[in-house]
């Protein structure tokens, strides 16, 4: 049997390129052979015969497809403009969750950590979480935290050789000393970071987890002192991570210098841009521009990393919501990562906040992150799953818990509550 296409062939010719350019729009894709056979059949016949009966028959047919287009068209926007608005939970329904997570923490971690950087993590977390739920049982957490390790501190910064993995504490204390609870340690931190900003290497800005460490504690630091030196001393440390590290065709950070293609390579052969170590310099950037002074002249550099960035990690999350260990390669360790997609949302939350990421193009990507990471890695009890917990790339399961990722996790928590103020 031939087909219409084949039996009217010169008319076709003569029909196809305007019926082709206005189709898709009229009858959108699930009619589209269909009615092309039809309509054209008729309107042939139509033209050759000057039959009225075969041109109403044209008309009952496209109108009932318009129809159908109009509300296959309304239908779709109503659904785009959907994933563009903030996730349904309220703040409250969120404080809750964050209640759940750090109630879980705290209720099986009695004994207080060191002062290294993994437990300063949580604990910049946990005083974000304080700081939305007004729970006070949160700030004594981190006092006692900061007092049973003060002894440890105080020799480290009296050696005027304080290890890099040790001050990100810097950043819990000053938050503390913020609201008003801990004035004792502000003249060790000043004594401390003065060695580090007359240090005349660059040892403390090698790799990005340095970057979340030290970068947030120079603005801090700038906010309480005044003194530009630590303003100068972040720009020029960070403008040597950034030669170091940063990759301008990706928008993204290698984790230190052994990490860098084509020294270094995913399993596939591909650049290895690791989840957790971007986490570190996205968070250490945002965390950079909350105290950077407005008029500072290097804050429009950071932004446009920070930019770019963003604009990475949307196009490479995956459709689950979560990013994998190696951001461009998620074949070489597959599944979720929970310690990374947590900054991530994080970083991305605070960009919408002050006005830095078009919502158009990101709560997209926020939503589909915070469904992950509360109906994914949060699980009944409380606990934070699928956090990475070194930078080795070993299994990850929904056990797969740590302070890290609890603290990532309640930063965004809080930033989440923000947006939707």
Known sequence: MQSYKSSHKIGLNQISPLFELFQPVVFGKSLQYLHYEIICDVLIKSMKNKNIQYLLLLTLIFTSSFSACIKNTSEQQSTEKHDTTITKSSSSEIIEIVKKVNNHWQQTHTEHGNVLWNGAVYH???????????????????????????????ENGLNKNMPYDWQACFQAYLMLYQLDSLDAKIEEMKETISNQIHASNDNYWNSTSNLYITMPVMTKMYILTQNKEYLDRLHSGFDYAKNLLYDSESGLFYSDRKSKFPQHKTLNGLKDFESVSNAWAFAAIVRTLEDLPINDPKREGYIRIYETMATTLAKEQQKEGYWTCSILDPKDNPGPETSGTAFFTYGLLWGINNNLLDEEIFLPTINKAWKYLTETALQPDGKIGYVQQSDDKQTIDADSTADVGVGAFLLAAAEMTKCLQ
């Open 124 to 154: 910049i977390g946990n005083l974000a979480a304080y700081k939305i739920t007004g729970i006070e049982d949160y700030r004594l957490y981190t006092e006692t935290w900061a007092g049973k390790n003060e002894t440890e501190t105080k």
